[in-house]
Nanobody, 121 residues
Framework: QVQLVESGGGLVQAGGSLRLSCVAS????????MGWYRQAPGKQRELVAR???????QYADSVKGRFTISRVNGKSTIYLQMNSLEPEDTAVYYC???????????????WGQGTQVTVSS
């Protein structure tokens, strides 16, 4: 059974930083593209950042230069370091794991329960 457990969310002032973590189990971690997605109230879920097994990364334009995704294969864990946070970053952040073969179809992978990030102005 696949489990993705996120942690690290919280309330922070604009300009501050947070680091999210996601620990995966029940998958061959090194075969999976791992990603962070977010969903704000009234909006669709959107990609924040993804990282391949080989550590290639992809970012949403809105977070480039402020967020950094990383993975530690030996710990089956990914991180999202979020700096210079803005109120527009307020959302529930979800961890996603999808097999490399299905990399373009994250909804065919697995999702965590989400962690709330709230940025106050």
């Amino acid at each position: 059974q696949v489990q993705l457990v996120e942690s690290g969310g919280g309330l922070v002032q604009a300009g501050g930083s947070l680091r999210l973590s996601c620990v995966a189990s029940g998958i061959v971690f090194s075969d999976n593209v791992m990603g962070w997605y977010r969903q704000a109230p009234g909006k669709q879920r959107e990609l924040v950042a993804r990282i391949t097994p080989g550590a290639s990364t992809q970012y949403a334009d809105s977070v480039k230069g402020r967020f950094t995704i990383s993975r530690v294969n030996g710990k089956s864990t990914i991180y999202l370091q979020m700096n210079s946070l803005e109120p527009e970053d307020t959302a529930v952040y979800y961890c996603n794991a999808v097999h490399l073969r299905l990399a373009q179809h994250p909804n065919q992978g697995s999702w965590g329960q989400g962690t709330q990030v709230t940025v106050s102005s």
